[in-house]
């Protein structure tokens, strides 16, 4: 069985850091590309970031280029979200999610990232 | 940025009626994909590539679609569809999702 498991939101401040991360179990972690999607309170989707297999290819949109690192260790099967100068539009429900076909076919729990001072 | 833009935003449904959300995309995407998201719950892929039905969908649920135009399909409403659905598109970068379609039970 697939399963996605996020850690390590909560309450940050603007401006402040925070690191995200994902354990993936149930597949074979290495052979797909893995991605991140935010949903802000009471909102639609939001795509964050993609990553390669290998890690070596990363894509974002405008709204996080810049301040948001994906990362991958295909070791320990897990992905990493570092996010830098957090601001207030921040403030999101963060998924872990495989992709597939184009498209997002196994999503985690998600976890609840609030920046405000 | 292709912009996604779904009707109806919302609409309600009675058992066994067919239900249609439409998907209007801004420029051509080669394909679509559709999610359902129950209310506290992780979005759940319904339809990849536009009209293949992921894993454990219930073939109540179809998807067809081109260019810009694409749409989701309940053909049968059943109580556990009410939920809010969204379309993706991952044709041109960055991917972008519509805002929703919320489907309520009649």
């Known amino acids: 069985e697939v399963q996605l498991v996020e850690s390590g939101g909560g309450l940050v401040q603007p401006g402040r850091s925070l690191k995200l991360s994902c354990a993936a179990s149930?597949?074979?972690?290495?052979?797909?590309?893995m991605a991140w999607v935010r949903q802000a309170p009471k909102k639609g989707l939001e795509w964050v970031a993609t990553?390669?297999?290998?890690?070596?290819?990363?894509y974002y949109p405008d709204s996080v280029k810049g301040r948001f690192t994906i990362s991958r260790d295909n070791a320990k099967s897990s992905l990493y979200l570092q996010m830098n100068s957090l601001k207030s539009e921040d403030t999101a429900t963060y998924y872990c999610?495989?992709?597939?076909?184009?498209?997002?076919?196994?999503w985690g729990q998600g976890v609840m990232v609030t920046v405000s001072s | 940025e292709i912009v996604l833009t779904q009707s109806p935003t919302t609409t309600a449904a009675s058992p066994g009626e067919k239900v249609t959300i439409t998907c209007l995309a801004s420029?051509?995407?080669?394909?679509m994909y559709w999610y359902q998201q129950k209310s506290g719950a992780s979005p759940k892929l319904l339809i990849y590539?536009?009209?293949s039905l992921a894993s454990g969908v219930p073939d109540r649920f179809s998807g067809s679609g081109s260019g810009t135009s694409y749409s989701l399909t309940i053909n049968t409403m059943e109580a556990e569809d009410a939920a809010t659905y969204y379309c993706?598109?991952?044709?041109?970068?960055?991917?972008?999702f519509g805002a929703g379609t919320k489907l309520e039970l009649k």
């Open positions: 999610a495989r992709r597939r076909h184009g498209g997002f076919d196994y």
């Open positions: 990553i390669s297999t290998s890690g070596s290819r990363t």
């Open positions: 993706q598109q991952w044709s041109s970068n960055p991917d972008t």
């Open positions: 420029s051509s995407v080669s394909n």
């Open positions: 590539s536009t009209s």
């Open positions: 149930g597949f074979t972690f290495s052979n797909y590309y």
